[in-house]
């Protein structure tokens, strides 16, 4: 059984002590892939740092985070289309819009992800896009912008049915993480009616804990425990969420 963890933020500090070993748990947990979205230009050297510890297992992505724009966005940018054309990424990762902590910058978000999607395009990369009270604001902008070829996940997808119908339409994957496991969020729902071949697997770790660790850090070896809620949902086997997600990831990364 090979699993794939699609989103997970093992450079950050929380790994820094043991990441040898929480490497070597997932692995042993069947997690063979890892896939690591960036976050600013403080973390790319970091991120690199541990795709070339683990050069068959780790594959990175490029992008400004929305929580990190600021009044130097454009330096950040300038950055990620530098980091494009120097060396080798996997997506445009991870972009998007987030209002939930601070709307101020929302109108440099909305530019930024626009630019980002241009970056994709140019690039023939898939987007990583990421979410929060602002659904409807970057679905409208991936709307809008779509054109033939434009492919991506939304990350850490935990909408309605509704929400779910507008991605599908774009032929946009859904990545689900420890939220399918919380026990009142409703993707549980969701996610029944969704084709296994629509979904990516993702930690997005150290965050986001499934039951019954939640409340602790998050670790890619916990992809299991996701891919294990989906099979139940799903009636089949874990092996075979393993093996079609993990498909699903290879087509839209490359890797």
């Known amino acids: 059984m090979i699993l794939t963890d699609t989103h997970t933020h093992l450079y950050l500090k929380e790994f820094t ?3 040898d070993t929480v490497v070597s748990n997932a692995l042993d947990k069947g997690v063979k892939y890892f896939m690591l979205p960036n976050i600013d230009s403080s973390t790319v050297d970091d991120m690199n740092a541990l795709c070339k510890a683990y050069p068959d297992n780790m594959f990175p992505m490029i ?5 990190s724009v600021s009044d130097r966005y454009h330096k950040e940018l300038q950055m990620v289309l530098r980091e494009l054309e120097t060396n080798k990424y996997y997506a445009v990762g991870e972009v998007g819009i987030d209002l939930y902590w601070d709307k ?5 978000q909305n530019f930024c992800f626009r630019y980002q999607i241009e970056l994709a395009r140019e690039f023939k990369l898939p ?3 990421h979410t929060r009270s602002s659904f409807d604001s970057a679905l409208d ?5 779509y054109t033939d070829g434009l492919t991506g996940v939304f990350h850490c997808f935990g909408g309605t049915w509704e929400e779910a119908m507008r991605i599908r339409d774009l032929g946009f994957k859904f990545g689900i993480g420890g939220v399918v496991t919380f ?3 409703g993707l549980d729902k969701v996610v029944d009616h969704l084709e296994l071949e629509e979904m990516l697997l993702e930690t997005d770790a150290p965050y986001l804990t499934p039951v019954p ?3 602790q850090r998050n670790e890619s070896a916990y ?3 996701i891919a294990e809620k989906i099979a139940h949902l799903k009636g089949v086997s874990v092996e075979e969420v393993a093996r079609i997600t993990t498909q699903n990831a290879k087509d839209l990364f490359k890797f």
């Open 17 to 19: 002590a043991d990441i």
């Open 223 to 225: 992809i299991s425990i």
């Open 141 to 145: 902008i991936i709307e809008e912008t």
């Open 183 to 185: 026990k009142n969020s």
């Open 213 to 215: 660790h939640r409340g």
């Open 63 to 67: 992008g400004l985070h929305p929580t």
């Open 127 to 129: 987007l990583v896009i």
């Open 104 to 108: 101020s910058y929302e109108k440099e």
